[in-house]
């Protein structure tokens, strides 16, 4: 049994004094003041320190075959850097390849996923239409634990659907109680665009972020909402990165419609000054989609974030090394789109959110970790302090510093988008289902501890 003695326990609602004690099996036990320590338990001291939920990053994508190469983190180097930020759950995506089965993919996936050092979960993606898919979205809701589906409505002639596609899923996903996500760009627009730069010669970084303008982000989101509200399905739209889609979802909401957005810290830090770098490589390392927007829609985000309008943080932690970013040195549109991202979240989202007081402590356990758990349906375990609950934890000190570099960092890449950027505020340690697993610099990650989350459809 570990017994943590002495915290601040922080919750999505509120902060308190109480110790917590972890069974064996990995469950949380009890949460009160001055907890007797069992005979044989370890005790944790957590004097000074935070004691909140485990991060779920709910948006990874672990060796995803993309692009024509393979993301670089793997389920365990991913997943092992995430213990050493804090994150104790992800929920990644099944990407089907073309004339794959979606059940056929899930199988796939959870294999490779044998190998995670956390546990995590599967949202699976929707690229094509026909009675098998459809066939397959009920197996994977009613045996499989998957109560959520992906759609892509950016990268033509790859994973992008229609929208009779994306309709048609929403409609069956909303008969299964499943929820809907989805990537909120016109792709036939990006199309468009890449082709006219690169016809005018712009070949480079600097032309990614015009190939992909704010407006259609903004018009996909105003879209996917208006299909989402015809099929009367909750729709999760990921990695909102402008004001207008901020826009679209809150007026939604005051629709009463079931609309959530995903904010990734990256977008509420950089602006599009990044890939004006002279230097190739150091442009093309930030090629992820959405793009870096100009600095103004920033507000909307924060804004979004601290009243309750956008609900999640991810990463979208998508790794390319800077070998594989180098196979689009004479065409922008072949860099693999991603960047890292899973060990920082926390830290920078505390750094500039909670230090700026943009957020408070409470809202980031909610921005982190518990709205997630409550959108994808895993709140009874997770998300959560609680008799009952699992025991993953993140012991926080609010008042150490820590340098971010790719020199120091556990992510299988070759760089940091946040290279030289001190944060205050970083994950003592970390436990994961009872055990320590990330000890003040030192991970223990295991190879293979995490566990698959089955997660119910919200119809049950
Ligand atoms: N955007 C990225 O940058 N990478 C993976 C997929 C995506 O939508
Ligand atoms: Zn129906
Ligand atoms: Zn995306
Ligand atoms: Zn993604």
């Given at each position: 049994?570990?017994?943590?003695?002495?915290?601040?326990?922080?919750?999505?609602?509120?902060?308190?004094?109480?110790?917590?004690?972890?069974?064996?099996?990995?469950?949380?036990?009890?949460?009160?003041?001055?907890?007797?320590?069992?005979?044989?338990?370890?005790?944790?001291?957590?004097?000074?320190?935070?004691?909140?939920?485990?991060?779920?990053?709910?948006?990874?994508?672990?060796?995803?075959?993309?692009?024509?190469?393979?993301?670089?983190?793997?389920?365990?180097?991913?997943?092992?850097?995430?213990?050493?930020?804090?994150?104790?759950?992800?929920?990644?995506?099944?990407?089907?390849?073309?004339?794959?089965?979606?059940?056929?993919?899930?199988?796939?996936?959870?294999?490779?996923?044998?190998?995670?050092?956390?546990?995590?979960?599967?949202h699976v993606a929707v690229t094509h239409w026909?009675?098998?898919?459809?066939?397959?979205?009920?197996?994977?809701?009613?045996?499989?634990?998957?109560?959520?589906?992906?759609?892509?409505?950016?990268?033509?002639?790859?994973?992008?659907?229609?929208?009779?596609?994306?309709?048609?899923?929403?409609?069956?996903?909303?008969?299964?109680?499943?929820?809907?996500?989805?990537?909120?760009?016109?792709?036939?627009?990006?199309?468009?665009?890449?082709?006219?730069?690169?016809?005018?010669?712009?070949?480079?970084?600097?032309?990614?972020?015009?190939?992909?303008?704010?407006?259609?982000?903004?018009?996909?989101?105003?879209?996917?909402?208006?299909?989402?509200?015809?099929?009367?399905?909750?729709?999760?739209?990921?990695?909102?990165?402008?004001?207008?889609?901020?826009?679209?979802?809150?007026?939604?909401?005051?629709?009463?419609q079931p609309v959530y957005g995903e904010v990734?810290?990256?977008?509420?830090?950089?602006?599009?000054?990044?890939?004006?770098?002279?230097?190739?490589?150091?442009?093309?390392?930030?090629?992820?989609?959405?793009?870096?927007?100009?600095?103004?829609?920033?507000?909307?985000?924060?804004?979004?974030?601290?009243?309750?309008?956008?609900?999640?943080?991810?990463?979208?932690?998508?790794?390319?090394?800077?070998?594989?970013?180098?196979?689009?040195?004479?065409?922008?549109?072949?860099?693999?789109?991603?960047?890292?991202?899973?060990?920082?979240?926390?830290?920078?989202?505390?750094?500039?959110?909670?230090?700026?007081?943009?957020?408070?402590?409470?809202?980031?356990?909610?921005?982190?970790?518990?709205?997630?758990?409550?959108?994808?349906?895993?709140?009874?375990?997770?998300?959560?302090?609680?008799?009952?609950?699992?025991?993953?934890?993140?012991?926080?000190?609010?008042?150490?510093?820590?340098?971010?570099?790719?020199?120091?960092?556990?992510?299988?890449?070759?760089?940091?988008?946040?290279?030289?950027?001190?944060?205050?505020?970083?994950?003592?340690?970390?436990?994961?289902?009872?055990?320590?697993?990330?000890?003040?610099?030192?991970?223990?990650?295991?190879?293979?501890?995490?566990?698959?989350?089955?997660?119910?459809?919200?119809?049950?």
């Open positions: 049994m570990l017994l943590i003695k002495g915290g601040t326990v922080v919750t999505s609602e509120r902060s308190f004094s109480a110790d917590i004690l972890c069974t064996t099996d990995g469950k949380i036990a009890a949460v009160r003041k001055d907890i007797e320590p069992p005979i044989g338990s370890e005790i944790v001291d957590a004097h000074g320190l935070l004691v909140m939920p485990g991060g779920i990053d709910p948006h990874t994508h672990m060796e995803m075959p993309f692009m024509g190469t393979t993301s670089s983190d793997d389920f365990y180097t991913g997943t092992a850097a995430g213990l050493a930020g804090g994150t104790t759950s992800i929920i990644d995506f099944v990407i089907p390849e073309v004339g794959q089965s979606l059940f056929g993919a899930w199988r796939e996936w959870r294999r490779k996923a044998e190998k995670s050092a956390t546990d995590y979960g599967f026909d009675e098998k898919v459809s066939q397959d979205m009920g197996t994977l809701v009613r045996e499989c634990g998957v109560n959520s589906f992906k759609h892509f409505m950016a990268y033509k002639n790859a994973l992008m659907v229609n929208d009779e596609i994306f309709l048609k899923s929403l409609h069956r996903a909303s008969d299964l109680g499943a929820v809907c996500t989805v990537h909120a760009e016109n792709g036939d627009v990006i199309s468009f665009l890449q082709q006219s730069l690169l016809e005018r010669g712009s070949t480079g970084p600097e032309a990614h972020p015009l190939s992909r303008p704010d407006t259609i982000e903004g018009e996909a989101a105003q879209r996917a909402i208006a299909l989402a509200a015809i099929s009367h399905t909750p729709l999760y739209i990921v990695h909102v990165s402008t004001r207008q889609a901020a826009l679209a979802i809150a007026e939604a909401r005051l629709r009463g990734l810290p990256q977008h509420l830090i950089f602006d599009e000054s990044v890939y004006q770098s002279p230097d190739w490589l150091s442009a093309a390392r930030y090629v992820m989609s959405p793009p870096f927007r100009d600095q103004s829609h920033q507000e909307a985000l924060w804004g979004g974030l601290s009243s309750g309008q956008l609900q999640t943080t991810a990463t979208d932690h998508c790794c390319f090394c800077a070998k594989q970013k180098e196979v689009g040195l004479n065409d922008f549109t072949k860099i693999p789109n991603g960047v890292p991202g899973i060990e920082d979240r926390m830290s920078i989202l505390w750094h500039y959110g909670v230090n700026q007081k943009k957020i408070t402590q409470e809202q980031f356990v909610a921005l982190t970790s518990t709205n997630t758990a409550r959108i994808f349906n895993l709140h009874t375990r997770k998300g959560i302090i609680g008799e009952g609950a699992d025991a993953d934890l993140v012991l926080w000190d609010p008042a150490s510093t820590r340098t971010i570099s790719a020199k120091t960092h556990h992510q299988n890449v070759d760089y940091n988008i946040y290279e030289g950027i001190t944060v205050t505020g970083v994950a003592k340690k970390t436990i994961s289902r009872g055990k320590i697993v990330w000890d003040d610099g030192v991970l223990r990650a295991e190879r293979g501890a995490g566990q698959y989350i089955e997660r119910a459809s919200f119809k049950a």
